[in-house]
């Protein structure tokens, strides 16, 4: 039987770094940063248009792209597939996936391009997906799979909150399709999603489609945009994300002392430290990069893994759970061996 393997990597996020003090500064709004850092571990974060930067989500999607197909020692015209996971999408319609595929291999190809948007969960449902098709469609040998983000072009003046948490980044991996190696041998193993559509209201995007379409009286009212029409449940991701854990952990096979390492949504440090003693597992076993690029969203699990990897952390057999979470609400997690 075949499956799917990761066999490169790729990040890319606009500009130098912003520091918590300097986004107070550029977008002219106030928070306490030492709090922020504290709580959350976000000191950094890249924002294309604080720096003058005219690059929006399909200019990250196809950079990060481009280098994780370079990474996996491949052409652009070697992939058989294209998929983007976001909810910052380059337009409503066409997907951000088909422009990719454009302008990485110029033209018409035998390839397929798509995009998949469940918010932050984004990129692990896109990579079940794409890890499916890999194993089992024989047309597909190479998918390049994309989580991205660009909630800063969705932000209204002033708005404290989505500064001080949202960035600009997208990672991507290519899934390439190889024969059984066994059960020790690298591969994707197994996803498990959950969903909850009662608790659409919380935050998103709202104006735009077809319900609420932009119109003039919409933007003088100030309902664009990124926004927040109540409170997200403080709680929600350290009471989910242990028995989420758990039973993706179970569906694939593997008690939680086997998982090397645990990348979860990077938006809360505290939060990901409390749900690790939860689970019983050291700290040390989770991945976290918020401090080097904010909360990137659908971007932000494999920015975290190409980090990892480049760095060194992550090695070669290691056994990876990932959870990501994302308004909706939306859960999906993702277990490969690297």
């Known amino acids: 039987m075949n499956k799917a393997v990761i066999t490169g990597t790729g990040a890319y996020a606009p500009g130098t770094p912003i520091s918590n003090e300097e986004v107070c500064r550029l977008a002219g709004i106030e928070f306490d940063a030492d709090k922020l850092a504290a709580k959350t571990g976000i000191k950094n974060r890249h924002i294309a248009h604080l720096r003058g930067i005219d690059e929006t989500t399909a200019d990250f999607a196809e950079k990060a792209a481009a280098a994780a197909i370079a990474d996996a020692g491949l052409k652009p015209s070697d992939i058989d597939l294209f998929i983007v996971g976001t909810d910052t999408p380059e337009y409503i319609s066409p997907a951000t996936a088909i422009l990719v595929q454009g302008r990485l291999q110029g033209g018409e190809r035998d390839a397929g391009a798509f995009d998949i948007a469940s918010s932050c969960a984004s990129f692990a449902n896109a990579v079940d997906t794409g890890a499916s098709l890999v194993a089992h469609d024989p047309g597909i040998k ?121 990348i979860y949504t990077q938006i809360n440090a505290s939060v990901i430290r409390e749900v690790m003693s939860i689970i019983n597992q050291p700290e040390d076993k989770a991945v976290m990069v918020m401090d080097k690029y904010g909360y990137t969203g659908s971007g932000c699990i494999p920015m975290a893994l190409h980090d990892s990897l480049k760095s060194g952390r992550i090695k070669k057999g290691d056994l990876v759970c990932c959870v990501a979470s994302g308004a909706g609400l939306s859960v999906s997690g993702n277990i490969f061996r690297i």
């Not at 694939?252 to 090397?260: C, N, P, T, V």
């Open 142 to 262: 190479h998918a390049v799979i994309v989580g991205v983000y660009n909630m800063p072009a969705f932000f209204r003046p002033g708005d404290a909150f989505g500064y001080s948490i949202f960035a600009d980044g997208a990672g991507a991996v290519v899934l390439s399709k190889v024969e059984n190696s066994g059960e020790k041998g690298s591969g994707y193993k197994c996803g498990h999603k959950l969903t909850d559509g009662t608790q659409w209201n919380y935050i998103g995007i709202f104006s735009g489609g077809s319900r609420q379409p932009i119109t003039e009286e919409r933007l003088q009212s100030g309902e664009w945009g990124l926004q927040l029409l109540q409170r997200l449940p403080g709680e929600r991701n350290v009471k989910l994300w242990p028995e989420f854990t758990k039973r993706l952990a179970a569906k694939a096979g593997y008690k939680l002392d086997e998982i090397d390492y645990y």
